[in-house]
Nanobody, 120 residues
């Protein structure tokens, strides 16, 4: 079955760094665009970053540009999110997403999330 398993979250001080990982299984990882989303308490889930299936294209939410880097290793079926210069407002549950569409069929998978807390 399809699984997306996030890891790497935790508590970090402002200005610190974390690297999130999302290990995928049960589908053809290299055919899917991968994204990271986040959801803070009381707020809607928002897109953090997205990477194309071959890793050749990336895009970021404005508030993450220059601080976060999304990457993927198709040989390891894993997508990463390197987060630097973390701020308290980055505190949220971070989710991994896999998406693909072929014709009228869409495939959209989510992980269970990993908590990131930025606090002194």
């Amino acid at each position: 079955q399809v699984q997306l398993v996030e890891s790497g979250g935790g508590l970090v001080q402002p200005g610190g760094s974390l690297r999130l990982s999302c290990a995928a299984s049960g589908f053809t990882f290299s055919s899917y665009a991968m994204s990271w989303y986040r959801q803070a308490p009381g707020k809607e889930r928002e897109l953090v970053a997205i990477i194309s299936s071959n890793g050749g294209s990336t895009n970021y939410a404005d508030s993450m540009k220059g601080r976060f880097t999304i990457s993927r290793d198709n040989a390891k079926n894993t997508v990463y999110l390197q987060m630097n210069s973390l701020k308290p407002e980055d505190t949220a549950v971070y989710y991994c997403n896999a998406y693909a569409a072929w014709g009228s069929f869409e495939y959209d998978y989510w992980g269970q999330g990993t908590q990131v807390t930025v606090s002194s």
